[in-house]
Nanobody
Framework: QVQLVESGGGLVQAGGSLRLSCAAS????????MGWFRQAPGKEREFVVA????????YYADSVKGRFTISRDNAKNTVYLQMNSLKPEDTAVYYC????????????????WGQGTQVTVSS
């Protein structure tokens, strides 16, 4: 089992920044690919970004490319999402996810996810 706990969400004005964290525990999460997806009220779940187990590969949704940066510290079992130049359309609950397969994360399939953290961007 892998447990994921997100933190760092909040209310920010458009153009501002937030840094989300996802603390993982349980199995050897350093061998897991991880990522973030988000879901806004009334909308479908949306892939945001994925990172491979050692951080060598990343993939971003077009909507966040150039503004968001994912990183991981396997020594701390933590994944980070630095979000800059935030827009009102980034408002959503952000969920961290994990799966042994990087391709599964890219395809929106994953074994584990957290409880989510709310990000609200005001205009």
């Amino acid at each position: 089992q892998v447990q994921l706990v997100e933190s760092g969400g909040g209310l920010v004005q458009a153009g501002g920044s937030l840094r989300l964290s996802c603390a993982a525990s349980g199995r050897t999460v350093s061998t897991y690919a991880m990522g973030w997806f988000r879901q806004a009220p009334g909308k479908e779940r949306e892939f945001v970004v994925a990172i491979s187990s050692r951080g060598l590969n990343t993939y971003y949704a077009d909507s966040v490319k150039g503004r968001f940066t994912i990183s991981r510290d396997n020594a701390k079992n933590t994944v980070y999402l630095q979000m800059n130049s935030l827009k009102p359309e980034d408002t959503a609950v952000y969920y961290c996810n994990a799966d042994p397969s990087y391709s599964n994360i890219l395809q929106g399939r994953f074994d584990y996810w957290g409880q989510g953290t709310q990000v609200t961007v005001s205009s």
